[in-house]
């Protein structure tokens, strides 16, 4: 329909409009009588309940509709060319008859659902829902009284964050030099996480051995625990797929079928049973009196799972590379790990990076599966939430605010993503 | 070029023999090629001149016979292999560049990686070796911004790189405008006069005239014919070689 514009005629040989003509074009079938029957009936509908709903907002679209159009019908009669914002509007809304009606029908649609949102966001939510249990839904059940470890090991990731920004951006070459201390102080930060979160120190279970006692990761939930999780399984489970995809294409049969097994068996069986056979089987496996932390159990599904899933990707991205480059890598003497670590990975993951973090956003989200054995992530907190009296019926707000932590999350990665495939110029070649 | 008679035997093939599956690619190759001597390799296409080129490095295996090069012979060793190729530098028909590295990162990346040069050597030779090639100024763009011809001669700079005792060319030629043809031939005789061996799969004739000790002509895994390049062109004396010849030249 937009392709009018091009085409377009200049002003003077432009044929004088044709009324029959425009009959025909837009009437002159049967299908085409019924669709507009149908869209001039769903226009009535829709402009009536927005009349009644919301008044104001259906007439000025409506009005502003009809203005636009009534011009650019006067102008197509009188055979001038529609100019500048007309002639954009003309493109956009008033292509045809059918074109139109289905423009006024969406604004009106578009116009009706932000009054509603709007209106819902401004009167109707009970925030103290969320506000009241926020520290729940951020840390789960650790406890009230070190509140501030959680508190603390946030603070340490963000500062981290922001200094190895400002050490890797374009602020300052003297900051270069502070690299290897980022880089060390990244390597250390789970065992520094580790501590403030876990603790130290003897008792076992005893949050109140002084100010790092002990947190059983059964009192760990939220946002928290979903952090943890994600961040801990995607990266993990990122060297990890590299060397099965590396391995099913290896020439020594052991090391190729235990990938090709390996992989076809996780990704044959659901999400769900993985996460059961590492709660409920593995202890069953382990040696007698050797107990893993039911948290340590979940991650590793997930670690297994995601690995296995991540091979496949990869494996489609050391398809893509040329055999030339394996030949010229060895011609000039590069060993196999050499080619593999300066030729070939890095050509076969740039190719695939959108698929990956597509599949790590994926992980980010299946997180909330854990809370089917009993695992308090931020979906799970928000359910737990729910079923207290007073909040019962506050699941617009709770589900919209977690919602929107996971989207965040989300388009993060997804940000990131397009960031880095910029950075490293996918497609340019 | 001149005193190869008493020049040392770089690379020995004794009888050499490859299969794809049924098809006998090599039919029993046996040829010496002594310290800077130029060979260039013709014949049709399929006639196996590109597999032998090719089993001088061990790109390919070859099953029967044997390939000695620079006195280390190929075996399944991979050490051996290693080694040979690390002395045998090679440029492809269709280049093969890096194409996620620079072309300053495409030359340096052997000889930092492989002979453990530091840095600043592998740049001061690769830099020396961009003249040679005549394109310094490109150093810092990446492959794909690089015209054909270009883009071959930053493969001869990095095959040099690891400043080999041997240069296999795989139809270095073939896939490049006929404008750009010149300035990859230029730089490959001006090598061929330094005194580098050669051994060059290509149908210019040209070059092979100007610059090649020898030439053989292969066909259906056999040398057919071999002589210096006026005898061979001039006056072959197989029949095979002259219906080749004419097909080529003719056209």
Redesign the interface.
């Known amino acids: 329909m937009a392709a009018t514009a091009s085409t377009m005629p200049r002003r003077d040989d432009r044929p004088p409009f044709d009324f029959s003509y425009w009959l025909q074009t837009n009437l002159l079938s049967v299908g085409k009588i019924i669709t507009l029957l149908v869209l001039i009936a769903l226009n009535i509908w829709i402009i009536r309940t927005g009349l009644r709903v919301n008044p104001l907002t259906t007439t000025i679209v409506v009005v502003l509709w009809a203005i636009f159009g009534g011009l650019i019908a006067y102008n197509m009669v009188r055979h001038n060319l529609v100019h500048g914002m007309l002639r954009a509007v003309k493109v956009r809304i008033y292509t045809s008859l059918h074109g139109s009606l289905i423009s006024l029908f969406l604004l009106v649609a578009l116009g009706l659902a932000l009054y509603a949102f709007v209106r819902y966001i401004t009167f109707w939510p009970r925030w103290e829902a969320v506000v009241v249990n926020f520290r729940l839904l951020m840390v789960g059940r650790y406890p009230r009284s070190l509140t501030w470890r959680p508190v603390a090991a946030a603070l340490f990731v963000v500062v981290l964050g922001v200094a190895s920004l400002l050490t890797w951006g374009p602020v300052s070459r003297r900051l270069y030099r502070y690299r290897k201390v980022m880089i060390g102080l990244w390597l250390a930060s789970p065992i520094i996480l580790g501590i403030i979160l876990y603790g130290v120190g003897a008792p076992f279970d005893a949050p109140d051995a002084g100010p790092l006692g002990r947190v059983n990761t059964r009192l760990w939930g939220g946002l928290m625990l979903t952090l943890i999780i994600s961040v801990i399984a995607i990266i993990v489970s990122f060297p990890l797929g590299v060397m099965l995809a590396l391995g099913r294409q290896s020439q020594y049969p052991v090391i190729k079928y235990f990938c090709v097994g390996y992989i076809e068996l996780i990704r044959g069986v659901p999400l769900l049973t993985v996460l059961f056979m590492a709660e409920f089987m593995l202890p069953l496996f382990l040696p007698g009196g050797l107990t893993v932390d039911s948290l340590i159990r979940v991650i590793t599904g997930f670690i297994l799972f995601s690995a296995a899933y991540l091979a496949e990707n990869v494996r489609g991205g050391l398809q893509a590379v040329?055999r030339?480059?394996y030949?010229?890598?060895?011609?000039?003497?590069?060993?196999t790990y050499?080619t593999t670590r300066?030729?070939i990975l890095?050509?076969a993951l740039?190719a695939v990076i959108p698929a990956i973090v597509g599949q790590f956003i994926g992980l980010f989200k299946d997180t909330s599966l854990v809370a089917i054995i009993g695992v308090f992530d931020l979906l799970s907190i928000g359910r737990a939430v729910l079923g207290q009296q007073e909040y019962r019926a506050r699941q617009a707000e709770i589900y919209l605010f977690i919602g929107l932590i996971y989207f965040v999350g989300a388009s993060g990665m997804s940000y990131a993503s397009r960031r880095l495939e910029t950075r490293l110029?996918v497609g340019?070649? | 070029m001149t005193n190869i008679e008493n020049a040392k035997d770089m690379i020995v093939c004794r009888d050499v023999q490859k299969w794809y599956d049924e098809f006998h690619v090599l039919r029993g190759i046996s040829t010496t090629v002594r310290e800077g001597e130029v060979v260039v390799i013709v014949g049709p296409s399929g006639s196996g001149k590109s597999t032998f080129i090719r089993c001088l490095?061990r790109?390919e295996e070859h099953q029967e016979g044997d390939i000695i090069v620079d006195g280390i012979e190929l075996s399944h060793d991979?050490r051996n292999i290693?080694a040979v190729?690390?002395e045998?530098?090679?440029v492809?028909q269709?280049f093969?560049?890096?194409?996620?590295l620079t072309v300053m990162e495409n030359i340096t990346?052997?000889p930092t990686?492989?002979r453990r040069w530091p840095k600043d050597k592998a740049t001061q030779i690769a830099e020396q070796l961009l003249e040679r090639v005549k394109i310094p100024e490109q150093a810092h763009k990446?492959p794909?911004q690089l015209s054909g011809g270009q883009q071959q001669r930053v493969?001869i700079a990095?095959?040099l790189?690891?400043q080999p005792k041997i240069m296999l060319f795989d139809e270095p030629t073939s896939a490049l405008d006929p404008e750009m043809i010149k300035e990859v031939l230029d730089v490959m005789r001006d090598l061929a006069l330094s005194g580098m061996t050669i051994v060059a799969v290509t149908h210019e004739m040209g070059f092979a005239r100007e610059v090649a000790n020898r030439v053989m002509f292969f066909d259906q895994g056999l040398v057919i014919e071999e002589a210096p390049p006026n005898v061979l062109f001039n006056n072959p004396q197989e029949d095979r070689t002259k219906l080749f010849l004419s097909q080529i030249l003719h056209h």
Do not use: C, S, T
């Open positions: 040329p030339g480059q030949e010229a890598a060895y011609a000039v003497g590069l060993n050499q300066r030729i890095p050509q740039r110029g340019e070649r | 490095n790109l991979i290693e190729r690390r045998v530098g090679m492809f269709q093969n560049l890096f194409p996620h990346l052997a990686n492989v990446y794909g493969a990095r095959a790189a690891m």
